[in-house]
């Protein structure tokens, strides 16, 4: 067995694999002691935070909206059947916009800056609203392109229905 | 085989048990492992070392139910396709916001003195800097604007990259090989490094000031403790991404190597299809982007920024334009800018202490320069009228081969109510000591009753307040 497969089976990967990776450690921690000194823990809070803000807060939260949302499109198919309706679309896509919009903009929209008018000589009361009509304006759009695709709809099925008749 | 050149053979390669069912899995990830040398069973029984090796491995290679197991993940979206497309796009994006960022910490000319300096523990971080040019003269309007609004433009592409590789948290078993758990630690700082810059980003430019330290600290020190993970992050999976993306939409089948344990074996039925997710995600940085540009663009377009902290004009006139920080919330009285106030001009030993008066009457110039902040915002061209710095030196007998001034603001308290401004910044003729804007007398709140304007310049070395010049090579 050649020296390079023998390491390939102790290490699990290439040398070239490890030596990548010791590199971004060592830049990692030259640059780490000088992000960790002052305030070690809350840098070491925030940091680990950040790492698993979204996949054990988020996304535990917003998947469970989505499936709570597929299962009352679900139960409105009615007649038997199970399958979710691609109709839950026309909520989860202006509900995924607007809920971006507030995870980037949360501090200015739920007005957690408070010295941001001193700050600015800027008015702090808009942002809530103005958030809130584009939430409203997203959700109306999407009943537009819903009302007209279910009239299309109607109109296909009873164009083919007289066409057999 | 397809796998990539540096991670070729790396036990993460070998997809994780089909179904999770121990009969069903066991054949090809621990069948196969061995027989190619790669060995992934093998790093990965000790764990659970017993008396007959083989069922030791069975045992350890069993997830617990939950998430561990690939059924428990029903998104039939999910697979490798998906996650190269969101990939390749952080692959371009976070590049072009890394070095933008790099460039701003350029802007601030840290080398130059040690008040233009937030990191001054950066020692080789520094490595690239380069005094900062005038010329074009919009060009921290256009790298700042980049960064912030790119930044954030990214955020529901990292999300969603996030989410598409979700069960490779829980992956079984957790820690197949040395090289495995030295990748999934690279990975805390890929995530983590991200979440982190990202995160410090975001509220900075909405000046809200939660995170735990100095925003410049936290934000450059970060950038680099991220990038290095984020390059060997590149450099094992692109080759893959790049093949998956070849593949087109139509995911492998799950369980097979090509599915690299994304693919679902218990899909759901679908509600979108996988071009209509990407479609949405796309859907949500186009909504960012357009409620955020406007701060940047300047202009009409401000208006269209409507949930961005800059979004709106805070008065009419000449000096209705943007302020960073009002007089009053750093603390300017009346009486620091009153009828008492003089501009102390130094150099080479001299001092000449100048009235607004005397001030106004030397030659005025006119230079039509934006100001662009650090948090994104800019303002388009703003037509200033002053003394030129290199008439103000040449009060001190350094006219000509002006070197660099220190500028000093009546402000008492806050960061950067100093500034050093290098030899290249004094002597470009469009650098001002302004006392006028728009054709109007500066307002309290744009630095009344003298600010610096410079070409290129980050916001914060135009100092406004200006009380003092000192002319010469910093201490």
Not at chain 2, 200 to 215: A, K, R
């Amino acid at each position: 067995m050649s020296a390079p497969t023998a390491f390939r089976r102790r290490y699990g990967a290439s040398p070239l694999h490890l030596l990548l990776v010791l590199v971004s450690f060592a830049l990692a921690a030259y640059a780490g002691l000088r992000l960790f000194e002052g305030d070690t823990l809350g840098v070491a809070v925030w940091f680990v935070g950040a790492a698993l803000l979204h996949d054990l807060v988020l996304l535990p939260l917003y998947s469970v909206t989505d499936r709570a949302a597929q299962a009352l499109f679900t139960r409105g198919a009615g007649a038997g059947r199970t399958a979710p309706r691609v109709s839950v679309n026309y909520v989860r896509v202006p509900a995924f916009v607007s809920g971006v919009l507030l995870l980037v903009w949360w501090p200015l929209v739920l007005r957690r800056v408070e010295h941001y008018t001193a700050a600015t000589a800027l008015p702090a009361d808009g942002f809530l609203g103005r958030w809130l009509l584009i939430t409203a304006a997203l959700f109306a759009a999407s009943a537009v392109v819903l009302v007209v695709r279910t009239r299309r709809l109607h109109r296909g099925h009873r164009r083919a229905r007289s066409a057999t008749k | 085989m397809g796998t990539s050149g540096i991670g070729r053979g790396q036990a993460d390669d070998v997809p994780p048990p089909k179904g999770g069912g121990p009969a069903k899995g066991e054949g090809p990830a621990k069948g196969e492992g061995p027989a190619k040398g790669e060995g992934p069973a093998k790093p990965a029984a000790p764990p659970t070392a017993g008396p007959s090796p083989k069922e030791a491995a069975g045992a350890g290679r069993t997830p617990p139910p939950g998430p561990a197991r690939p059924e428990f993940w029903r998104s039939p979206l999910r697979g490798p396709w998906l996650t190269a497309v969101f990939g390749l796009v952080l692959l371009f994006g976070i590049t072009v916001v890394f070095v933008t960022g790099l460039l701003s910490y350029a802007a601030y000319d840290p080398d130059l003195a040690a008040v233009n300096d937030q990191t001054p523990d950066k020692g080789w971080l520094g490595f690239y800097l380069f005094p900062w040019p005038t010329s074009p003269y919009w060009l921290y309007r256009l790298t700042q604007g980049v960064h912030v609004t790119l930044g954030i433009v990214l955020v529901p592409v990292l999300l969603a990259k996030l989410w598409s590789v979700i069960p490779k948290l829980f992956e079984w078993p957790p820690v197949r090989s040395v090289s495995h758990a030295l990748e999934r630690l690279s990975l805390l700082l890929l995530v983590g490094g991200a979440g982190f810059e990202f995160v410090t980003g975001i509220l900075n430019v909405q000046l809200h000031y939660i995170f735990p330290g100095s925003f410049y600290t936290l934000h450059f020190y970060g950038a680099w403790v991220f990038i290095g993970a984020f390059v060997v992050h590149v450099a094992f999976r692109l080759p893959r991404a790049l093949r998956a993306v070849r593949a087109g939409p139509g995911e492998p089948p799950a369980g097979s190597e090509e599915a690299v344990g994304l693919v679902s074996p218990r899909p759901a039925a679908p509600t979108i299809s996988r071009r209509g997710a990407l479609a949405m995600v796309g859907l949500g940085s186009l909504a960012l982007l357009v409620v955020t540009a406007g701060q940047s663009i300047g202009g009409w377009w401000r208006q269209t920024a409507l949930l961005a902290p800059h979004g709106r004009d805070p008065g009419s006139g000449p000096n209705g334009f943007q302020i960073n920080k009002t007089a009053a919330s750093v603390g300017i009285r009346p009486s620091d800018v009153g009828p008492a106030w003089r501009l102390t001009v130094r150099g080479q030993g001299r001092q000449v202490d100048l009235t607004y008066g005397q001030l106004l009457a030397m030659a005025q110039h006119e230079s039509a320069l934006p100001i662009a902040c650090v948090e994104g915002w800019s303002t388009p061209d703003q037509r200033w009228g002053g003394v030129r710095l290199t008439d103000l030196a040449a009060l001190v007998g350094l006219g000509v081969d002006t070197p660099p001034v220190l500028v000093e603001s009546v402000q008492r308290g806050g960061s950067f109510r100093s500034a050093v401004l290098g030899d290249n910044q004094v002597r470009d003729g469009r650098s001002l000591l302004a006392v006028r804007v728009n054709g109007a007398v500066l307002s309290a709140d744009h630095g009344y009753p003298a600010r610096v304007i410079v070409a290129g310049a980050p916001g914060v070395h135009n100092t406004k307040w200006v009380t003092r010049l000192t002319f010469g090579e910093p201490a």
